[in-house]
């Protein structure tokens, strides 16, 4: 039996644009948010960290050498530094000398544009509880009197305690790359509004269990139409996906 009519209003579209448009631009670039919004998408997903002088911005992994021009841990780079390398050229030659955003660089985009966000809170090993809160503070304040707030995730507990702390009007979702034990319980705990799962590990059970204490059901990363169909199926509220130019984002 469905459990949807009994569930708290969701305010975010079903389709979520995955760092911006996937990989067809570079990722956590200001190019790809406004890719994916060409294709249509309402909201997006991104990763913000702290830099080592406390400035958020734009960047999945810990070290700089995959996605930029730098190298070394990005958060134990001062913003003057990263704001000068080049995040566009490892992609292509098109995005060549793209900058990293910051937080507030993407902030104005979305609320100009009127597009949503779902920000993964992804610290720097060791600073979980420092970025959670610094995140969660951050985008209380960029989006003060927004009519849709931010959606603030993340695999780290810490993370999210600390956003449950610092902002616990913005709602949370725990990313969750296996299913340990305690996982719902964990997320009841940090009153998060969704469990945001490695789309295989849903089943019908886990999917009822979330809807039942209240939580929608999310699944990253779907690249296939095969897949997002079975989720659907079962009864799950939101996608990430890379395919921007693939899935309708209705």
Known sequence: MSTASALPAWPYPRWIAHRGAGKLAPENTLAA????????????ECDAKLSADG????????????????????????????????AGGWHSREYAGEPLPTLANLARFC???GHLLDIEIKPTPG???????AVAREAATLWAGAQVPPFLTSFQPESLKAALATAPQLPRGLLLDRMRS?????????????????YSLWDTESVARVHAAGMRALSYTVNDPSVAQWLWQLGTDGIVTD???LFPPA
């Not at 948010?33 to 997006?44: T, V």
């Not at 305690?182 to 969704?194: M, P, T």
């Open 33 to 44: 948010f406004r890719l994916g919004a060409r294709h249509g998408f309402r909201m997006f």
């Open 55 to 86: 400035v958020i911005f734009l960047m999945h992994d810990a070290t700089l050498e995959r996605t930029t021009s730098g190298h070394g841990v990005g958060g134990q780079r001062p913003w003057s530094e990263l704001a000068q390398l080049d």
């Open 111 to 113: 609320l100009a544009s």
């Open 127 to 133: 600073t979980e509880y420092v970025t959670g809160e």
């Open 182 to 198: 305690g996982w719902l319980e964990e997320a009841q705990a940090l009153q998060c509004a969704a469990v945001v799962c490695q």
């Open 243 to 245: 395919r921007v130019d």
